[in-house]
């Protein structure tokens, strides 16, 4: 379920100012929720976000969620909203891209890694960055050892809440979503050999309204930049 469509985000501002809508993987609200902000600060226009899962976004942006500019984690899924025609082409950009890292809860006792116990990812079939997982642990030889034991979660975010409530025994997230959160550890960072190639892909939607660009352009700006490099992005182009 889509968070944020009962009460959607953003900065209180007149009435009469029309918000413009966002909406974004979940792995980008901390940065978003800031960008928003700040847009709405320079601007005056405000700015509601929306954040879930890529194909919960998709899938809602397909239907006809009243989204202006939607971002995911994930090519094929921005490939499926092209075809049917949800957004608009000649404004789709790769924006960010993105890494995985293996994390632990932060009191666990330290210990050599090992690809063993609860390995907690994104749901592989619905989820980008469980597809990703799969993809690098198949590539080191641990996705079906025996050694361990899968399980899934609707999103990101809910991977990293598992591993920092002691749920599971890893989790395998982000880089971003590891970035500044104390409750859990970073165990492991998998060489580039092995890491899936993660974008980013940004596109205004069929239904945008006015002045939506202007939101793009900003979310391709320096300061912004320098933002989602702080949050752990890096820029895909």
């Not at 960008?35 to 397909?62: C, H, K, M, N, W």
Request: charged share 20%; glycine share 8%; proline share 5%.
């Amino acid at each position: 379920m889509v968070t944020g469509l009962a009460a959607l985000g953003g900065c209180a501002q007149p009435s009469s100012v029309a918000p413009l809508t966002l909406f974004a993987a979940v792995s980008l609200t901390d940065v978003l929720t800031e960008l928003a902000a700040r847009f709405t600060a320079d601007t005056g226009r405000p700015v509601r976000t929306v954040f879930a899962g890529s194909g919960e976004i998709a899938r809602q942006v397909e239907v006809g969620a009243p989204a202006d500019l939607v971002i995911l984690a994930d090519s094929e899924w921005m490939d499926r909203l092209a075809a049917a025609r949800a957004i608009r082409p000649d404004t789709r950009i790769d924006l960010l891209t993105n890494s995985l890292v293996v994390i632990a809860p932060a009191d666990r006792s330290s210990k050599p890694f090992a690809w063993q116990g609860r390995i907690a990812i994104g749901d592989p079939d619905s989820v980008p960055a469980g597809r990703y997982a799969r993809q690098m642990m198949q590539r080191l030889g641990v996705w079906d050892t025996g050694t361990s034991t899968r399980v899934t979660a609707a999103d990101v975010r809910a991977v990293r809440a598992f591993v920092a409530r002691g749920d599971v025994d890893l989790g395998v997230v982000y880089r971003s979503d590891a970035l500044g959160f104390d409750a859990v550890r970073v165990v492991a960072t998998p060489t580039a050999a092995v890491q899936p190639r993660i974008i980013y892909p940004a596109a205004l939607t069929t239904g945008a309204r006015a002045r939506s660009d202007a939101l793009m352009t900003f979310l391709r700006s320096t300061p912004a930049r320098i933002a989602f490099e702080r949050h752990g992005f890096g820029a895909a182009a």
